[in-house]
């Protein structure tokens, strides 16, 4: 089992020190055009061909930044951890696990623009458990029994493999440990159903962009855990 979540030997070249200052000068050239209108993907290929940025540093720039219009909107619909008694929230399931996965493996996390905490996984439709994922659960299960939610939805994508596996361990770390209630679905369209949702917890630009509200979760864990993400901005 790989129990390096999300960690590419490169990385330490691709983000180092030296690096990590031509990534800020790119993600800035990147940042003046998405602001005047231009397509991220298409502006990254420009500036990171310019730059000759690998794939791993032009995918850790596209996921760490955001238009200005983006960041004030994602901003207006954040809700604190503080505001969660006795409410129900939704979470994207494979996008906040596969994170606090990466967390306890100890492989690269960015602190984003918006304030999420993002990784660079990229599993395409692969899942698969690895040790650190019981962990991640617990993790996620501690902060939210902490700040008294009443119900937890986790939604799963049907088509990534091992979704059943998951919702069983889940399930288990879950049963008679905690005080919320919990609900685990499988569903074919996980984004399309958290759009328009309140205290969505996520990181998907996407869906940060679609629902009403949402909870930093990622942010909190990391903290919790004395880790500080990378900014490439």
Not at 101 to 116: I, K, N, Q
Not at 191 to 220: A, F, H, P
Request: net charge positive; glycine share 6%.
């Amino acid at each position: 089992m790989n129990a390096k979540r999300g960690y590419v030997p490169e990385d330490e070249k691709n983000f180092s020190t030296a690096a990590l200052e031509k990534l800020k000068t790119a993600s800035r050239h990147i940042l003046y055009l998405i602001n005047e209108g231009y397509d991220l993907k298409q502006a990254t290929v420009f500036v990171g061909n310019h730059f000759l940025l690998s794939e791993r540093q032009r995918l850790a720039i596209m996921r760490s930044i955001a238009t200005d219009r983006d960041l004030m909107a994602r901003k207006r619909k954040l809700k604190p951890l503080s505001e969660l008694s006795g409410k129900e929230v939704w979470i994207d399931g494979f996008n906040t696990i596969i994170t606090l996965e990466v967390l306890l493996s100890d492989s690269l996390l960015f602190d984003c623009m918006d304030g999420t905490i993002r990784d660079l996984a990229a599993l395409r439709g692969t899942y698969r458990l690895i040790p650190e994922t019981a962990g991640a659960l617990r993790l996620m299960f501690d902060v939210l029994q902490e700040a008294s939610v009443e119900k937890i939805n986790i939604l799963l994508d049907e088509p990534v493999s091992n979704s059943g596996r998951l919702k069983t361990l889940i399930a288990d770390t879950a049963e008679n440990k905690y005080s919320f209630d919990l609900d685990i679905t499988i569903l074919r369209d996980v984004d399309r159903t958290l759009y328009g949702k309140k205290l969505v917890i996520t990181s998907d630009s996407i869906i940060l962009d679609q629902c009403k509200s949402w909870v930093n979760l990622s942010e909190k864990c990391l903290k919790q855990k004395g880790k500080q993400g990378i900014r490439v901005w």
